[in-house]
């Protein structure tokens, strides 16, 4: 059964760093297509970052140049690097295996907390 599970969120000044790490388990991470998604206070999660099974990486347009996403397939995890945060990044991070038909449906993690506040 896949299980993924987030780390590294917490409370950082605007401006500072921080970087989200996804360990996944229970299924063969190389064949799959990687998101990361967040949810705002109030508002509908959305997605923020993906990477295909073929490293080919896309963001929305309010994280580029600011983002990175990445994955370990030997380390079965994957990351998100986030550089010069700003308070609009303030949510709750979700990792997100893509489904992939005849493979595995989605699966979600439970999330990691990021506010950026002074």
């Known amino acids: 059964q896949a299980h993924l599970q987030e780390s590294g969120g917490g409370l950082v000044q605007p401006g500072g760093s921080l970087r989200l790490s996804c360990a996944a388990s229970?299924?063969?991470?190389?064949?799959?297509?990687m998101a990361w998604y967040r949810q705002a206070p109030g508002k509908q999660r959305e997605l923020v970052a993906v990477?295909?099974?073929?490293?080919?990486?896309n963001y929305v347009d309010s994280v580029k140049g600011r983002f990175t996403i990445s994955r370990e397939n030997a380390m079965n995890m994957v990351y998100l690097q986030m550089n010069s945060l700003k308070p609009d990044d303030t949510a709750v991070y979700y990792c997100?295996?893509?489904?992939?038909?005849?493979?595995?449906?989605?699966?979600w993690g439970k999330g990691t907390l990021v506010t950026v506040s002074s």
């Open positions: 229970g299924f063969a991470l190389s064949i799959y297509n």
């Open positions: 997100k295996r893509e489904g992939r038909p005849a493979y595995g449906v989605d699966a």
């Open positions: 990477i295909s099974n073929d490293f080919v990486a």
